[in-house]
């Protein structure tokens, strides 16, 4: 009965797939790996039968080329109950079709393609869909506001905890001010927030600081951070950017635009192919080559060489692990050396990604802004101008103290060498110590002396014993005269 169910099913099936040529490697092969390699493959693969080659597929006989109605692979994953995949959900109406319709065209296998088991992304954990939980309903329901917390507030009943008191309106502003703008609030807009006894005040103030500027600043920073965003290069020769504000300035103004997020993605990886006339989406791709960037390598590196072509795939490593980190919030970097350990990336995916960035150059785009430009280069007119001044100012001042300065430099010669006569010169050979050094005993019993030769008579007017301590001298102990002891001198 099976055997006839599974031949109506692929009388039912192909016709919709029989005028069209299957794509093993686009569909067949992610296919068996999604559903059948986990078991099936390896060096031990269940019932003897292995899906992970061509030679082992026509080893098993589990497929009848040109005959799917007589396939054996086609019978185990139909009917109502298929036996296959054992412990996984069933392959869907469209995957059985198109296998269906693979062996019915010759189950064609490329020569050297080799099947491998990748976890499919739906059970990943870190994949999975994000679904809304139900709503806790706490003993104390009237002190939350909103579902969030009831979240809070059943798990600090759970642990036999109260919320604290709700804070004073100063309190209030001063948090709220530091979280979405990270600035205090000036003086004026506390005594304003106090003063204002509507029953809405809060919700206003949220508004208020929501429309500033400052918030996309404040938030802006964050995202910057995520995509490793700089002013210069980095690297050895950290060279400036003097065209990477305008990416930064994109971020600041889509938050504070509440930009759907969907469209702020869209745009960052692809605006100016999917809007070539918009200079919002050309700014936007910015995104790409905001991480640093090897100047020596890309530059000064000749071409041909293998550092030359080193540093250009390290470029595109970066690339595509700051697309896949941001977006996806994956490690994808550790594919580019093997497969991953703990996530479903394989090595060849990996490699595929890169491939998208290949042909990925940075450079500098003009802006089509002319008024943009005009209070650039403005600016940059006065910055220069204010920097001439300051190094005039510094000359100036060097000019003025150079007479204090040169007579402070004698002095010092003076001390130097004033030093130079007090300090007893070593004999030869002998190595360079400083101190009296001795071995600390464990009872002030113990008698010891050191004798002072300064090699000539002369008049000493003060003498100084320097205690030892073990913070002082930690690498060389029993050097000076240990606190714990009393010292006499004769």
């Given amino acids: ?82 036996k296959m995949p054992r412990g996984g959900p069933p392959l869907n109406a469209s995957e059985r079709a198109a296998l269906a319709a693979w062996i019915a065209e010759g189950a064609s296998w490329p020569e050297g393609v080799v099947l491998r088991h990748v976890p499919p992304a739906e059970r990943w954990w870190s994949l999975e869909p994000l679904r809304t939980p139900p709503v806790p ?33 100063r309190t209030l502003i001063r948090r709220l001010s530091f979280d979405l703008l990270g600035l205090p609030p000036s003086p004026e807009e506390v005594e304003r927030f106090l003063a204002d006894d509507s029953p809405n005040a809060y919700e206003r103030l949220v508004d208020r600081l929501l429309a500033s500027p400052h918030y996309g600043e404040r938030w802006g920073r964050h995202w910057l951070d995520v995509v490793h965003y700089g002013d210069t290069h ?8 003097p065209n990477a504000w305008p990416y930064r300035d994109y971020v600041i ?15 960052q990886v692809a605006g100016d192919v999917l809007s070539p006339n918009d200079p919002e989406g050309r700014i936007a791709v910015g995104f790409i080559a905001a991480g640093p960037w090897d100047f020596v390598g890309h530059v000064e590196l000749r071409e041909g060489t293998v550092e030359k072509a080193r540093t250009r795939v390290l470029d595109r490593d970066d690339m595509v692990c700051s697309t896949i980190g941001t977006f996806m919030s994956l490690t994808i970097g550790c594919a580019r050396c093997h497969d991953h350990k703990f996530d479903p990336i394989t090595q060849t995916d990996y490699y595929r990604l890169q491939a998208v960035f290949a042909g990925v150059e940075r450079g500098d785009r003009p802006l089509p802004d002319p008024a ?26 060097d000019q003025a103290t150079l007479p204090a300065v040169a007579d402070l430099d004698r002095q010092v010669a003076q001390w130097k060498d004033a030093l130079k006569m007090l300090t007893p010169e070593a004999p030869p050979g002998a190595s360079p110590t400083n101190g009296y ?32 301590r073990p913070i002082d001298f930690p690498d060389t102990p029993g050097f000076g005269f240990p606190l714990r002891f009393s010292v006499a001198i004769s």
């Avoid at 939350?144 to 979240?151: L, M, Y």
């Avoid at 403005?378 to 001044?389: C, D, F, H, I, T």
């Fill in 1 to 82: 009965m099976p055997r006839c169910l599974a031949s109506l099913l692929c009388l039912v099936l192909l016709p919709a797939l029989a005028r069209a040529e299957i794509s093993f490697r686009d569909r067949i092969a992610p296919l068996l790996e999604k559903h059948c390699t986990s078991c099936h493959g390896g060096a031990a693969p269940r019932g003897g039968l292995s899906l992970v080659d061509a030679q082992s597929l026509r080893a098993s006989q589990a497929v009848v080329p040109g005959k799917p109605n007589e396939s054996r692979l086609i019978e185990m994953i139909s009917g109502e109950k298929p």
């Fill in 437 to 468: 050094h001795s071995a600390i005993m464990p009872t002030a019993e113990t008698v010891k002396w050191v004798q002072v030769d300064l090699g000539k008579s002369m008049l000493i007017e003060e003498i100084r014993l320097i205690p030892a």
């Fill in 234 to 241: 980095g690297y050895d020769k950290d060279k400036r950017r």
């Fill in 137 to 169: 309903a706490p003993k104390d329901a009237a002190w939350g506001r909103t579902p969030i917390d009831a979240f809070i507030l059943d798990n600090l009943e759970r642990r036999g905890l109260a919320p604290s008191p709700e804070a004073d309106r």
């Fill in 372 to 397: 943009t430009d005009a209070a650039r280069t403005r600016l940059v007119a006065q910055q220069r101008k204010l920097l001439e001044e300051q190094q005039a100012a510094l000359r100036k001042l």
């Fill in 253 to 267: 103004r889509s938050l504070n635009a509440d930009k759907p997020y969907s469209q702020f993605v869209r745009e």
